[in-house]
Every structure is written in C-alpha cells, then in structure tokens.
C-alpha cells in the first residue's frame, strides 16, 4: 500500500483528504505547521506531525519514505485576507518549492498542487454574466494580486519540474470550495461560510439584518467539500490531465442569490444592508467544466442548496452551543 503525504492536512480541505484516503485505506503522514489542538480533523492511525513546511529540510523529513505527496499547505482566506495579506500569501510559494525539491529527490511517483481558480486574468472577469473560465484564460497573466501570482508560478514551477526532472506532478485551480468544518469566523472565510454566520446570527439574535461585501450582484459558483476531495485524487490519479484543471461547480449565482438560498433554509428574512467599500474581489467567476468532462467523465455535481444547508446546519450548531 502506497504512503501518501498530505501537506496542510490540518487544514479544511486537507483534513477531509485525509479522512477519504484513511477510508481507502492508505497509509498518511498528515502534515501542518498548526498546534495539533487547532487542526480542523484529527485522525488515530495517522501519523500526525507539526512542521513548518517553508523550510526546505523540514520538507525533505515530510516526504521521507512517502511515495506521493498532495501539496494543500498554504497561507490563505477568502477575500478579507487576500486582498490584505498579499505578502503573506506569496510566501507559501516557499512551501510549494521545497515540497517539490524534496518530493525529487525522495522520488515520489506523483505530487498534487492545489492552485485556485485566482489565477485567472483579471481582464476576463469583469461582468456577473461572464463567459465561465477555460483553462486557457489564465494567459496572458493578470492574475489576483499576491496570492494569484503565487499560484500561478507555483503552477508553473510544477510543470518544468515535470518537463526538466521526469517528476509526475498534477495541478487543480480550485474554484470556491465550502462546507462544514470549515472556518466561519475570524477574517479568512469565505462568502457560503459569511453568509451561513450573519443568518444563523440573525436567527439566534432576532435582529434580522446582516451587511453583504459589495452590491451583492458579484457572481460566483461554490464547490462542495467532497467533490473537491473526490476530484482531487481524480485529477491526480489521471493520466490524461498533465496540464492545470479546473476543479469547480459550474452553478452560478450572485451573492444575493446565495443570500436567498441560506435565507429559505433558515426560514427567515433578513434585511440587507450593502458595503459597497467592502473586498469583493472580481465581478464574476465560473468555472468552465468542459476540459474535466471529457478527460475524467466527471465534474462536481452537488447542487448549491443541497451542500449550503449541511453547512448552515453545521454553522447554527457551533454558534447556538455558545
Ligand atoms: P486552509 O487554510 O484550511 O488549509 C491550509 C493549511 O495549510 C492550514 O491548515 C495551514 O495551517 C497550513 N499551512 C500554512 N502554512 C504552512 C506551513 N508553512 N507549513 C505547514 N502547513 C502550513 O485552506 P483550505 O481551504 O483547506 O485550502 C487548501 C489549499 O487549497 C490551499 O492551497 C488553498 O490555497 C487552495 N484553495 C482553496 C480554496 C477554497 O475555497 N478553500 C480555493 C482555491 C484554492
């Protein structure tokens, strides 16, 4: 059986990775530079290990004795954190190089680099109604300022690994990827979590009115947490996807209309007031799935309302307990 290392397996998506592969049977080193008390999912009979992951030695203890490695370690929130933390998030590009370095000269069989759906050209996201994003989209480059850039050379620095060293490397542009145990609070979630706390706030405070980031018409498709895992491990078992690919929902919606969504859910009405100065990031975001359908047969297929009311169930739950 193959051992797999999971980098940033403290983290949301990593932590529900690691729970898939358990599943299946794998032996896991999870690794996060978190305290073990703050990872999202502890599992037993896992190795479980802290280690800061920019530096390059520490990489090479990660990926010792693994044979595959999925690279989800990186410094990063939703809107509220990228667009302040630009330095900060160009830094995990450190996490990506070392991993890469380690996992050639360990010889790892195959490395997974979770990119985002922000590498994309800023020039082709400037309407709601916009044509969804093709892989080609991402050049000329203008992505996302600080993180965006991060990700696309970090992309880049994949596929010369492939071409120059012989190391099978994969690469997935997560669109936006949510459920529960995700982070709901404290500045780095994003939009579905938002959105599922001011309502449950509303719900359990009988104040029935909640700000929204922008004007609300800014549109984006939400993946569901286990299409992401499930398309993971996909894309990175292919052998036909050798170049970046889309991993999103291709269900579009404005921000009001995901409001609508929680709202019906929580079964009340909330009065909307618009920060119109509020990070809002582009105007709207798809995700083209054609690629992924034909080299996979696959693409996430959760419908929107059905993901967001397990995790506004979730949400309400952590926020009544208090
Ligand atoms: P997350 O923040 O929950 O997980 C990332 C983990 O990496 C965290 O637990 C963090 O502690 C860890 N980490 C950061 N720096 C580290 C270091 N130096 N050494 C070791 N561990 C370190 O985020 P997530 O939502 O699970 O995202 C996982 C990956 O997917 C990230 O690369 C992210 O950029 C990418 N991504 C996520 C989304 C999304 O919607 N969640 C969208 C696009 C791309």
Redesign the pocket.
């Known amino acids: 059986m193959k051992k797999i290392l999971v980098?940033?397996g403290?983290?949301?998506?990593?932590g529900f990775l690691v729970a898939d592969l358990k599943k299946k049977g794998y032996s896991i080193r999870s690794?996060?530079?978190?305290p073990l008390n703050e990872w999202?999912q502890l599992f037993e009979g896992v190795e479980n290990i802290v280690?800061?992951?920019?530096e390059k030695n520490l990489c090479e203890q990660a990926v010792q004795g693994c044979d595959e490695v999925y690279n989800?370690?990186?410094?990063?929130?939703g809107m509220g954190f990228i667009e302040t933390h630009k330095a900060e998030c160009m830094l995990?590009v450190l996490?990506n190089t070392h991993l890469l370095m380690a996992a050639k000269e360990a010889n790892c069989s195959r490395f997974f680099y979770?990119?985002?759906?922000?590498v994309y050209a800023a020039q082709k996201q400037l309407r709601p109604d916009l044509t969804a994003l093709t892989e080609e989209d991402a050049y000329p480059a203008m992505p996302e300022d600080g993180y965006g850039w991060e990700?696309l050379f970090s992309e880049r620095m994949c596929r010369h690994f492939t071409e120059d060293f012989g190391l099978i490397t994969r690469v997935a542009r997560?669109?936006?990827?949510y459920g529960p145990l995700g982070?709901f609070e404290g500045g780095?979630e994003?939009a579905p979590a938002a959105i599922c706390r001011k309502i449950a706030q509303a719900k359990l405070s009988g104040k029935h009115e909640i700000e929204i980031w922008g004007d609300g018409e800014q549109s984006r498709s939400f993946q569901y947490i286990e299409d992401c895992v499930m398309g993971t491990q996909k894309i990175m078992n292919s052998d036909q996807v050798t170049m970046p690919i889309n991993l999103g929902s291709s269900e579009l919606v404005t921000i009001n209309q995901l409001v609508d969504y929680v709202e019906a859910i929580a079964g009340i009405k909330v009065k909307r007031s618009y920060q119109l100065e509020a990070p809002k990031g582009v105007r709207g975001r798809n995700s083209d799935n054609t690629l992924i359908k034909k080299l996979l047969g696959w693409e996430p297929s959760t419908p929107l309302k059905q993901g967001l009311e397990k995790t506004y169930r979730w949400v309400y739950e952590q926020m009544k307990d208090r």
């Open positions: 980098a940033g403290g983290g949301f998506i990593g690794v996060d530079y978190k999202y280690l800061d992951l920019r989800l370690a990186a410094d990063m929130g995990s996490i979770a990119s985002s759906a922000c990700k997560y669109h936006n990827v982070t780095r994003k």
